[in-house]
């Protein structure tokens, strides 16, 4: 199993051949998501829910969920308020995306050049979506803009969702290669859009301009007009880097 990056993350984190009570909640989990019992943008039971129902200890549910949460698949957020708890930001998906984000986080790639990859990776994939015949699959990439539209959620949840996202489009193209870079790099993408909270003069109006850029861009792909879809992915991220960073990502010869 440890050798096979072709399994799921969970099963790929998981290398041990001993049963332990962690991963009882890993599997049970990660079967719910395949399954599509549970979506991205709910949230996961609480730590006594989900250990009574399992039989197993709350440290072995906590184990779990950090587990989850190094592979990208939940959020969490301590507390007892309403936002408080796991919610999930992403389906499974293969191992190179798991061994990409290690990568990510071990390196700390400056976020400029990150920038600058997503603008050269996405501006690509909503052109290709566009022009695709018949047209791409957007289940996901809307169910997620949807979840966005809950008043219910905090800044760091909206940014989560919103990079699974962007990580939904790279998806629906059905270009692998595509697909587990901006899994891997979706770590780093969510961390410097949370990094640049601080420098918002105000996260609701950010919060709204977001989302209608977000429908837009999946209005204009619908529409197949690639250049649009383009264009507006580009403004999209650019914008954000330049409200919250100081030097604003440059425009790629390929815009």
Do not use: C, K
């Amino acid at each position: 199993m440890a050798g096979d990056v072709t399994a799921s993350p969970v099963a790929f984190v998981a290398t041990s051949e001993a049963p332990r009570a962690w991963r009882t909640v890993l599997d049970h989990v990660e079967s719910q998501l395949l399954s599509g019992a549970l979506h991205p943008g709910e949230r996961l039971p609480g730590e006594r829910a989900l250990s009574s129902e399992l039989g197993v200890g709350r440290s072995s549910v906590r184990e779990a969920l950090r587990v989850l949460e190094v592979l990208g698949l939940i959020r969490t957020q301590a507390g007892s308020g309403p936002n408080a708890g796991a919610i999930i930001i992403a389906t499974p998906s293969g191992g190179m995306s798991a061994l990409m984000r290690l990568q990510v986080a071990a390196s700390g790639f400056p976020v400029a050049d990150i920038v600058r990859t997503r603008l050269i990776l996405e501006t690509a994939v909503a052109a290709d979506l566009a022009d695709a015949s018949p047209q791409p699959d957007l289940t996901e990439a809307i169910a997620l803009l949807d979840a966005m539209d809950s008043p219910d959620l905090d800044p760091a949840e909206f940014l989560a969702l919103d990079a699974a996202f962007h990580l939904a489009l790279a998806e629906a193209s059905r270009n692998q290669v595509i697909a587990a870079t901006m899994a891997g790099l979706r770590s780093g993408i969510e961390g410097y859009a949370r990094a640049g909270l601080d420098r918002l003069d105000d996260w609701h109006a950010t919060s709204d301009r977001l989302r209608r850029e977000h429908r837009g861009i999946v209005d204009a792909i619908r529409a197949a007009d690639a250049a649009t879809a383009r264009t507006r992915i580009h403004d999209h991220i650019s914008g954000y880097y330049a409200e919250t960073f100081i030097d604003p990502a440059p425009n790629p010869a390929s815009r």
